[in-house]
T-cell receptor, first 112, second 113 residues
Framework: GDSVTQMEGPVTLSEEAFLTINCTYTATGYPSLFWYVQYPGEGLQLLLKATKADDKGSNKGFEATYRKETTSFHLEKGSVQVSDSAVYFCALTVTGANNLFFGTGTRLTVIP | EAQVTQNPRYLITVTGKKLTVTCSQNMNHEYMSWYRQDPGLGLRQIYYSMNVEVTDKGDVPEGYKVSRKEKRNFPLILESPSPNQTSLYFC????????????FGPGTRLTVT
């Protein structure tokens, strides 16, 4: 079946540190991959997406590359800010599917 | 402003007392879903609807009902809530099955005692 595995948290970083949150997936078809972010007390927001192999999604300084050979979609940011503190979810869907499959979420805390 | 709204945001209730969580979107989206979020489990889909009067079960539908009488509204109904339904609930919508981005509501934190 379709599933997403992402690294356990929580992750605590100092401001301006480099961030990587690992995400790997299993899919029966050709998935599209997403990172969603959940700020405290809010719903999930789409952060970035990639719909085919080798695509790179980017937004707000975050990047992730769809790697079919390693079935991965790791989230990276070169210099995190305190405002990036949130829970990050990796997710996938297959074309025409009725569901988004989410990872368990990784809580990031950035300290000044 | 494009948005998905949910009410109430917080609810504490007792076992067996029927409740409804409302969801409304103003984007004319065809597709709406309900998810529950539990620690260590991520988000799991409860029910979804592809259009008015078209609903189907997601991954964890037991103990829940939904209806879609109007395009903009998609209420979640717990006929007889139990403590294992204590969770954070999110409504989401998207344009149609081929549009990937989902818009999420702010969440409803439900506690069943």
């Amino acid at each position: 079946g379709d599933s997403v595995t992402q690294m356990e948290g929580p992750v605590t970083l100092s401001e301006e540190a480099f961030l990587t949150i690992n995400c790997t997936y299993t899919a029966t078809g050709y998935p599209s991959l997403f990172w969603y972010v959940q700020y405290p007390g809010e719903g999930l927001q789409l952060l970035l997406k990639a719909t085919k192999a080798d695509d790179k999604g980017s937004n707000k300084g975050f990047e992730a590359t769809y790697r079919k050979e390693t079935t991965s979609f790791h989230l990276e940011k070169g210099s995190v800010q305190v405002s990036d503190s949130a829970v990050y979810f990796c997710a996938l869907t297959v074309t025409g599917a009725n569901n988004l499959f989410f990872g368990t979420g990784t809580r990031l805390t950035v300290i000044p | 402003e494009a948005q998905v709204t949910q009410n109430p945001r917080y609810l504490i209730t007792v076992t067996g007392k029927k409740l409804t969580v409302t969801c409304s979107q103003n984007m004319n989206h065809e597709y709406m879903s309900w998810y529950r979020q539990d620690p260590g489990l991520g988000l799991r889909q409860i029910y979804y609807s592809m259009n008015v009067e078209v609903t189907d079960k997601g991954d964890v539908p037991e103990g829940y009902k939904v209806s879609r009488k109007e395009k903009r509204n998609f209420p979640l109904i717990l006929e007889s809530p139990s403590p294992n339904q204590t969770s954070l609930y999110f409504c989401a919508s998207r344009g149609d099955r081929l549009v990937y981005e989902q818009y999420f509501g702010p969440g409803t934190r439900l506690t069943v005692t």
